[in-house]
């Protein structure tokens, strides 16, 4: 069968990868690790220009952002009060032979033949006089009683002898032969003891095309796995199924029932390993976030709105990592945390919240224009607009780093898929080779990041089980309370103390009582009118690494040539942004054995090395470096010819440089000391 072409496109950029150092298979030498991957030369800067370009947008270009580094292991309060520790799983279910684990949640539905087994019968020195007749009836047994219906048919009177010795009886075998009762309870002693069985189902979806006999080969393996040595199956039936996820898509065996697995790799801290010391590896950077709001809002010198970003590590036990870095264990996240007023917040300060509608238009939508400034951000925005301004931003962000919006989708989860705090959540996707097509052909794409309205869910957490205050005061609240006509005081009360009953309610430990939910909840509204109130927050939440494969997988893109000889070869050219592409410029002198060529050649590497990553080469053809730069995704080759040396005064390119342009393969000769502020607008 030919292969999918969306595998085929994966397989060569997996092996791009590997050939010109994006990404390697981590511990590859020792047979490598499922689930982690390490970035070689090319993809380390590649990486490295995507998280500076984060950060740089979403910290130092705004005033209402600050940064934090925090660590990766942290209290595992934290993880208790986030929810992390009692919900953050994952159901799998295992393949019966292999023990290979899925995500209960991804398995494909398969439709076909299934061959389903009751359990063996097992050969013993005692019971071989029966193996032709279970032989026979084999298919027609079904559980233990019809067995032992079969064997107390066929027992012969030496069996039923020997039961009456196993049962003490011996001298009254001629007295129990003759009487009914006690004849069939001897037959049922007898029956037992022959009746060698295990009787566990197996089931197997027959791949198209193959005999039944690979099933009974799978069987025959899995019971052997149950100790099982010499036996005979029994009970095979056959039955058409469809659409069912009960069969692993691999090898056919039936799965175990789901069962829920938490996520987060566990370690501890210090010499002893107790349940006292459990540690957890961050599983996301978000929460440290929140622990460290309050430090955060105190030194920055911050007034809400404002964000809080993070870079970094993030670990998950992934029960089926998958499709190269997108499914990974160990992955790294850029996360921001924007905290935002309550809506009765901004109501009672503004008279009214602004429409998420009215964000649309203020914001830019072309990644090139200048950035939607400040000025345009509205102090009257509630979670909505919010909400909608930063799902705006992040696809400005991946536009500007070369993801067309047609590459791009969106996932708005519903209802049922929402956390029960968050309001809304908003997916940006992108379309990768892996994603799948819809019955129109259509592809919505994979998750590259989630936009999130979390409400005051996390903060409020935290201030639960540590114990600190995580609100904040606000003068201008308190002051415009204070001028609220009393119907709009108890209007906004009741709706704020509505939702933080509801949040409450619904995060209570096991012993608060309702009592103690409304007393808390009655303070907490009580704190408006005093310009007190929990933030809520808006979390554009990206995973760097599908970033990472995002651009490679857009990037990507082969030229196959037939020369004369009829010899065809195939280019790959990556065609990167030059934001983020690993190096911006190749630096080429012409002949490598020409001194001069050389030092001038140098000098221009000198001159853009601290501005820029470059790549310095003079080995083989020009031909061949501009080949090994396309594939690098090198958007600029510069080289030093003989004209830079000024041997044609005629032509008056003396000290000029041909740059060549990755894309279209076009050159244009520009002066060396108009190099940097040619290449630097463009690399920006
Ligand atoms: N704090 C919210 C949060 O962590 P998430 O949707 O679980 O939300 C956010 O993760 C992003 O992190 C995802 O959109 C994805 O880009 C990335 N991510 C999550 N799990 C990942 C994994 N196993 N491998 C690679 N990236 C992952």
């Known amino acids: 069968m030919a292969e999918p072409k969306e595998n085929l496109q994966m397989e060569k950029i997996v092996s791009l990868c590997k050939r010109r150092g994006f990404v390697f298979q981590s511990s590859e030498i020792y047979g490598g690790i499922n689930g982690f991957w390490d970035y070689g030369p090319l993809g380390a800067e590649l990486k490295r220009n995507v998280k500076e370009l984060w950060w740089h947008a979403m910290t130092r270009q705004r005033d209402d952002v600050a940064g934090l580094e925090a660590t990766i292991i942290m209290s595992p ?20 032979l292999t023990k290979k684990l899925v995500r209960a949640d991804q398995v494909e539905p398969q439709s076909g033949t299934v ?78 003891y022959h009746a060698d069985a295990l009787f566990k189902d197996c089931s197997i979806l027959l791949p198209l095309g193959k005999p039944v006999e690979s099933a009974q080969k799978l069987a025959n393996q899995f019971y052997t796995q149950n100790e099982c040595v010499d036996f005979i199956l029994l009970g095979e039936r056959t039955e058409k199924v469809n659409n069912s996820t009960d069969f692993h898509p691999e090898s056919g065996m039936m799965l175990t029932e789901a069962r829920p697995f938490n996520l987060m790799f566990k370690t501890h801290t210090g010499p002893i390993e107790s349940g006292e010391n459990i540690a957890y590896l961050r599983p996301e950077t978000a929460q440290a976030i929140f622990a460290q709001f309050k430090n955060v809002l105190e030194t920055s010198r911050q007034k809400i709105p404002f964000g809080i970003a993070q870079v970094g590590k993030a670990f998950r036990n992934e029960i089926t990592p998958r499709n190269f870095t997108f499914r990974s264990r160990e992955f790294e996240q850029m996360e921001l945390e924007f905290f935002i007023k309550p809506d009765e917040v901004i109501e009672a300060i503004h008279g009214k919240v602004a429409s998420a509608a009215d964000v649309s238009s203020r914001v830019c939508k072309n990644a090139d224009s200048p950035r939607s400034d400040e000025a345009r951000l509205q102090s009257n925005w509630g979670w909505q607009a919010w909400h909608q301004y930063w799902v705006e931003e992040r696809v400005r962000f991946y536009e500007g780093i070369g993801l067309d919006r047609s590459t791009l989708g969106f996932h708005i989860q519903t209802k049922e898929e929402l956390a029960h705090y968050a309001r809304a959540c908003t997916d940006i996707l992108f379309k990768f080779p892996f994603s799948k097509k819809d019955d129109d052909g259509n592809v919505a794409g994979d998750e590259l990041e989630g936009i999130a309205a979390r409400s005051d869910f996390d903060l409020s957490q935290h201030q639960r089980f540590s114990g600190k205050p995580m609100g904040v005061f606000d003068e201008e609240l308190r002051a415009a309370w204070a001028k609220l006509p009393k119907e709009k005081q108890d209007d906004l009360w009741k709706r704020y103390y509505d939702n933080r009953k509801n949040y409450l309610t619904k995060s209570a430990k096991p012993d608060e009582t309702p009592e103690q939910i409304s007393k808390q909840a009655t303070d907490d509204a009580n704190g408006l009118a005093k310009g007190q109130y929990i933030p809520h927050v808006i979390e554009p939440s990206a995973g760097v690494d599908r970033l990472i494969l995002a651009l490679i997988a857009n990037a990507y893109s082969e030229v196959t040539e037939t020369d004369d000889k009829g010899k065809s070869e195939t280019r790959v ?21 020409k001194p001069e060529l050389v030092k001038k050649a140098q000098e221009v590497l000198e001159l853009l090395r601290p501005w820029m990553n470059v790549f310095y080469d003079e080995g083989g053809s020009i031909g061949k470096r501009y080949a090994r ?3 690098a995704g090198t958007p600029f080759c510069v080289t030093i010819d003989f004209d830079t040396l000024g041997e044609k005064p005629e032509l008056n390119l003396k000290d000029t440089v041909t740059i060549r342009h990755r894309d279209d393969g076009k050159q244009e000769r520009v002066a060396i000391s108009e190099l940097l502020n040619w290449l630097l607008p463009k690399i920006r």
């Open 115 to 192: 061959i389903r087994y009751a359990g063996v019968y097992r050969r013993s020195q005692e019971n071989k006089q029966f193996w032709n007749l279970i032989e026979e009836f084999a298919p027609s047994l079904q559980n233990i009683e019809m067995l032992q219906d079969l064997l107390k048919k066929n027992l012969s009177e030496s069996d039923l002898r020997q039961a009456s010795i196993d049962t003490g009886n011996s001298d009254r075998f001629d007295e129990i032969k003759e009487n009914p009762k006690h004849l069939e309870h001897l037959k049922v002693i007898a029956s037992r």
């Open 573 to 593: 050219t990556m065609k990167f942004h030059p934001r983020v592409a690993p190096f911006k410029a190749g630096i080429f002198p012409l002949l490598k054995n």
């Open 77 to 96: 309060q934290i993880w208790k009060a986030s929810g992390h520790v009692d919900t953050f799983a994952d159901t799998m279910r295992a393949c019966l």
């Open 629 to 631: 730069q396309d594939e």
